[in-house]
């Protein structure tokens, strides 16, 4: 069965510090994987998808197929960067396309 | 503008009585979508359509109903079957199938729902 793990609720680090929020997943075909971010009080949006290989808001992320990972990483955070990340997984097939599978969140904190 | 809106903003329900959240989109996208988010158990799938006149259960459709009659619109019904209906409602379409698989869901702002 499909399934999205993100192992810290809550994760708390200093201004210019890395950061890594971890998401494992588990699914027999090929997904799409996406981060998406909620800024307090804005709505839930996309922030990065595995497929454009892109950084955004120098935040990077990487499938990784073998471990079935796809943790996102930024090498100094920000003040702003304090939101809830949600990792999630497109289904790629039958009734179930197109719909995600979240994660059940990372809560992240940049102190000053 | 192009988006996704969702109403009211807060809804109050007293025990016993159904209640609608309404979630409309002009992105001209063919699936919609409505989720639950309670703290600490993230966005959980009540609902989801594909195509207009057709809809299937997520994970947690029990005491939920859903109609799909126009491709813009995706009404939610909190019945009084549900025993806990106190969350947020989400609200997200998407397309479906092709080039448009790698795109991603856009999110409405949400429905605060509070029992009184």
């Known amino acids: 069965a499909q399934r999205v793990t993100q192992p810290e609720k809550l994760l708390s680090v200093f201004k210019g510090a890395p950061v890594e929020l971890k998401c494992n997943y588990s699914y027999s075909g090929s997904p799409e994987l996406f981060w998406y971010v909620q800024y307090s009080r804005q709505r839930l949006q996309l922030l990065l998808r595995?497929?454009s290989r892109e950084s955004i808001k120098g935040f990077t992320a990487d499938l990784n197929k073998g471990e079935t990972s796809f943790h996102l990483k930024k090498p100094f955070a920000q003040e702003e960067d304090s939101a809830m990340y949600y990792c999630?997984?497109?289904?790629?097939?039958?009734?179930?396309?197109?719909?995600?599978?979240f994660g059940r969140g990372t809560q992240l904190t940049v102190w000053p | 503008d192009g988006g996704i809106t969702q109403s009211p903003k807060y809804l109050f329900r007293k025990e016993g009585q159904n209640v609608t959240l309404s979630c409309e989109q002009n992105?001209?996208?063919?699936?919609m979508y409505w989720y639950r988010q309670d703290p600490g158990q993230g966005l959980r799938l009540i609902y989801y359509s594909q195509i207009v006149n057709d809809f299937q259960k997520g994970d947690i459709a029990e005491g939920y109903s859903v109609s799909r009659e126009k491709k813009e619109s995706f009404p939610l019904t909190v019945t009084s079957a549900q025993k806990n209906p106190t969350a947020f409602y989400l609200c997200a379409s998407s397309n479906l199938g092709g080039a448009s698989f790698y795109q991603p869901q856009h999110f409405g702002d949400g429905t605060r729902l509070s029992i009184l």
């Open positions: 992105l001209n996208h063919d699936a």
């Open positions: 999630a997984l497109k289904a790629d097939r039958g009734s179930t396309l197109g719909r995600l599978y």
């Open positions: 595995h497929i």
